[in-house]
């Protein structure tokens, strides 16, 4: 608990770096989709902020005693993940942001449209896997 | 100096989802099912994430007044179909996949084959919509940075 806890302390301390020094949100879906297709002028530091992610990720995973094994436990079936990541793909664009644009950052500016669709998301993504978990035979 | 501090942000939110497992896709779909054992640790995550920010983002948006216009500017749309169908778009897609954009990204440097096909997904996704709404501006976009 208190690593998770710690973990999004450090999530909200690299939204606060990057509003703070480039007035810009750290909303990840919005990174991919302002790529696509790039805008000359706007595309590399949302290109270094992909890689920072990556990096981060992959530093922390390296200096676990134990590889990051248990995250494929129960592995998901590809056609899932990509069938997931398409809809994700299209949802975010549309909605315009995910998990941190709308959660993380669109939260603490009390914005009501950030307020509104992490209610949704979250309402919406629960009944998914009650149906998928329970509901499917 | 704008790619350092990106570069550096990132980074950070990398190390965050690793500490916290948010790139274990176990954590999320346990989180989401409520109806079976259902895992508290993204409720922890973002109480982290959110305390940090509604105290760091009101202090910065009320000290640098000009950063609210800039980064509130979707805010004018309110509550329209798009923002409401998008969501709930997403919502099913994170439940069937169990992976959001960051952690779906910072998967890449964990679990390469489950990061390529996912993120060709959201590519896939995001490309198709852009060219069906082409002309048309995607509502919110600048929640996203």
Not at chain 1, 79 to 97: D, E, M, P, Q, Y
Not at chain 2, 61 to 83: C, D, K, M
Request: glycine share 16%; charged share 5%.
């Amino acid at each position: 608990m208190l690593q998770a806890i710690l973990g999004g302390v450090l999530i909200g301390v690299a939204a606060t770096v990057l509003l703070a020094g480039n007035g810009r949100l750290a909303g990840n879906s919005g990174m991919l989709h302002r790529l696509l297709p790039p805008q000359p002028g706007d595309a590399m530091w949302r290109i270094l902020y992909l890689l920072g992610l990556v990096l981060g990720a992959g530093l922390y995973a390296w200096l676990q005693p134990q590889p990051a094994a248990a995250a494929a436990a129960r592995a998901a079936h590809p056609l899932a993940v990509l069938l997931g990541g398409v809809i994700v793909g299209v949802g975010t664009r549309l909605g315009g942001g995910c998990t941190s644009g709308h959660g993380v950052c669109g939260i603490a500016r009390l914005s009501l449209r950030s307020f509104v669709a992490t209610l949704i998301f979250m309402v919406v993504g629960m009944l998914t896997v009650a149906v998928i978990r329970h509901l499917i035979p | 100096m704008t790619g350092f501090i990106a570069l550096i942000s990132g980074l950070l939110f990398g190390v965050g989802l690793a500490m916290s497992e948010m790139i274990n896709r176990e954590r999320i779909l346990g989180f989401l099912d409520v109806a079976g054992a259902w895992d508290p640790t993204l409720l922890f995550v973002m109480c982290g994430a959110v305390g940090t920010t509604l105290v760091t983002f009101q202090w910065l948006l009320h000290r640098r007044p000009f950063l609210r216009q800039q980064v509130s500017t979707q805010e004018a749309l309110g509550i329209n179909p798009a923002l409401i169908i998008g969501s709930a778009l997403f919502g099913i897609g994170w439940g069937v996949s169990g992976y959001c954009p960051g952690p779906g990204v910072a998967l890449l440097a964990v679990d390469l084959p489950a990061a390529i096909i996912y993120l060709v997904g959201v590519i896939a996704g995001s490309s198709l919509l852009w060219t069906f709404m082409s002309g048309a501006k995607p509502s919110g976009s600048s929640n996203c940075g």
